[in-house]
């Protein structure tokens, strides 16, 4: 089972940065696409970015334009550069591989995002 291990979160003023990383156990990230999905208290986790095996991204319409998945095959890891945050990008922070869409490997603990003043 390949274990995900997410980090980099922390507590940010609106307006700053953040990058998370994304580790996994094995070589899965050159097999998979990844995602990066976010769950705010209260609410249905959900996708912000993805990255295929090509290196093509997608974006949540919330997050484009202030967020960049991108991926180090070599090194197991995805990111996730956080520009511009706000405070409704407060959020447990994970990622998965994914496949047909759809993610399908065992959640990590996540990593948790405060934007905050």
């Known amino acids: 089972q390949v274990q995900l291990v997410e980090s980099g979160g922390g507590l940010v003023q609106p307006g700053g940065s953040l990058r998370l990383s994304c580790a996994a156990s094995g070589s899965i990230f050159s097999i998979y696409p990844v995602g990066w999905y976010r769950q705010a208290l209260g609410k249905q986790r959900e996708l912000v970015a993805t990255?295929?095996?090509?290196?093509?991204?997608s974006y949540a319409d919330a997050v484009k334009g202030r967020f960049t998945i991108s991926r180090n095959n070599a090194k197991n890891m995805v990111y996730l550069q956080m520009n511009s945050l706000k405070p409704e990008d407060t959020a447990l922070y994970y990622c998965?591989?994914?496949?047909?869409?759809?993610?399908?490997?065992?959640w990590g603990q996540g990593t948790q995002v405060t934007v905050s003043s």
């Open positions: 990255i295929t095996i090509g290196g093509s991204t």
């Open positions: 998965n591989i994914m496949n047909l869409g759809t993610p399908f490997g065992s």
